[in-house]
């Protein structure tokens, strides 16, 4: 009663794709699938993941109501209970159970401490030496504390399953747009890909605040080994990490 016609839906997503003057590869780049995911939609073989759906809705240029219905509506035709019910139940049908978890005690207890311990030894270096931090500390540390709280206390833990059908280095999340520039995100390597991430906050929060006392301590203000240091700490340690993870790790 409550299915996604699947070749009713696909002949709207190629009507609407036609009339945007989209090929099947300009609009999966848009939406950073590949352009057979696009043909599977729209010969009926598949349907797009939930989370697919208010994007591609965006780029053909009609609601996700009109989406999941396969028609266009009237901007006065309005939806009693029964027709957004009915709605919702298609919409589910577009989500798979992606095993997304909040973040567990350990991981919230482990984000705090990290960052009262960057703060602890920040203070007791400022007291006891009348250390002004300057740029090797606050942009480390600032990133750190950042990445630690994104990925310690809001990342999901396994991407949608379009990302296990395709190719795709990008991934977003509200704010957060991550783009690993030729490695593929899959749920073979998002785990370790999370760990590298997490594994980046803790050493900065913990250890890099007395690396950048010392740095800012025995170099010249102008010295170009603290530039060289700080970015090769932090751009390496972001990076160096993350990719041999996923590489490592990758699917096939």
Same mark, same amino acid.
């Given at each position: 009663?409550?299915?996604?016609?699947?070749a009713? *839906?696909?002949?709207?997503?190629?009507?609407?794709?036609?009339?945007? !003057?989209?090929?099947?590869?300009?609009?999966?780049?848009?939406?950073?699938?590949?352009?057979?995911?696009?043909?599977k939609?729209?010969?009926?073989?598949?349907?797009?993941?939930?989370?697919? +759906?208010?994007?591609?809705?965006?780029?053909? !240029?009609?609601?996700?109501?009109?989406?999941?219905?396969?028609?266009?509506?009237?901007?006065?035709?309005?939806? &009693?209970?029964?027709?957004? &019910?009915? +709605?919702?139940?298609?919409?589910?049908?577009?989500?798979?159970?992606?095993? +997304?978890r909040?973040?567990?005690?350990?991981?919230?207890?482990?984000?705090? !401490?990290?960052?009262?311990?960057?703060?602890?030894?920040?203070?007791?270096?400022?007291?006891?030496?009348e250390?002004?931090?300057? *740029?090797?500390?606050?942009?480390?540390?600032?990133?750190g #504390?950042?990445?630690?709280?994104?990925?310690?206390?809001?990342v999901?833990?396994?991407?949608?399953?379009?990302?296990?059908?395709?190719?795709?280095?990008?991934?977003?999340?509200?704010?957060?747009?991550?783009?690993?520039? !030729?490695?593929?995100?899959?749920?073979?390597?998002?785990?370790?890909?999370?760990?590298?991430?997490?594994?980046?906050?803790?050493?900065? #929060?913990a250890?890099?605040?007395?690396?950048?006392?010392? +740095?800012?301590?025995?170099?010249?203000? &102008?010295?170009?080994?603290?530039?060289?240091?700080?970015?090769?700490?932090?751009?390496?340690?972001?990076?160096?990490?993350?990719?041999a993870?996923?590489?490592?790790?990758?699917?096939?």
């Open positions: 009663m409550f299915q996604i016609d699947k009713q *839906f696909g002949a709207f997503v190629a009507e609407l794709r036609r009339e945007r !003057g989209l090929t099947q590869k300009e609009l999966a780049e848009k939406l950073y699938i590949s352009d057979k995911a696009v043909s939609w729209e010969t009926g073989t598949s349907l797009p993941d939930i989370s697919l +759906l208010t994007p591609l809705a965006e780029e053909l !240029g009609v609601t996700a109501a009109e989406l999941l219905s396969a028609r266009r509506m009237d901007s006065g035709e309005t939806m &009693d209970v029964s027709q957004a &019910d009915t +709605l919702l139940r298609r919409a589910l049908e577009l989500s798979p159970s992606e095993g +997304l909040r973040p567990g005690k350990r991981r919230v207890l482990t984000f705090i !401490g990290l960052a009262a311990l960057s703060a602890a030894e920040i203070a007791a270096l400022v007291l006891l030496t250390w002004r931090p300057g *740029f090797c500390l606050l942009v480390p540390e600032s990133i #504390l950042m990445i630690g709280a994104y990925f310690f206390l809001a999901k833990t396994r991407l949608p399953g379009y990302y296990d059908e395709n190719k795709i280095d990008v991934y977003t999340d509200g704010f957060l747009r991550l783009h690993m520039s !030729g490695l593929a995100m899959n749920n073979a390597n998002w785990s370790y890909i999370l760990r590298a991430f997490r594994g980046f906050a803790a050493a900065t #929060l250890l890099w605040p007395p690396a950048a006392w010392c +740095l800012e301590r025995f170099t010249s203000p &102008d010295s170009k080994l603290r530039l060289f240091a700080t970015l090769a700490f932090t751009l390496g340690g972001l990076f160096i990490p993350t990719y993870a996923g590489i490592k790790h990758r699917k096939g």
